[in-house]
């Protein structure tokens, strides 16, 4: 039985790479806020979901509080 992985291996490997998704969680904590690049990434860190993969307890940890960060912008796309 193929996996969520196996049925596309070539689009955006390196692009929804883990490790560069959870680098790229610095964006939550610009100032001033990028909406666009916050809804990118959270469209990114969902679509890992998607594929199974997990997040580590310091991985999800940041990203929660990153995240929650976001309510605070009084942007209506966040």
Partial sequence: MATKRDEDPGVGSF???KSTIIQEARVFNESPI??????????????LLYLGDSFGTQE???L???????????????
């Fill in 15 to 17: 692009y929804n790479n």
């Fill in 34 to 47: 990028s909406p666009r690049k916050c809804r990118a990434l959270l469209t990114r860190v969902v679509y």
């Fill in 60 to 62: 999800a940890t940041n």
């Fill in 64 to 78: 929660f509080f990153g995240t929650t960060k976001l309510f605070q912008n009084k942007d209506v796309s966040l």
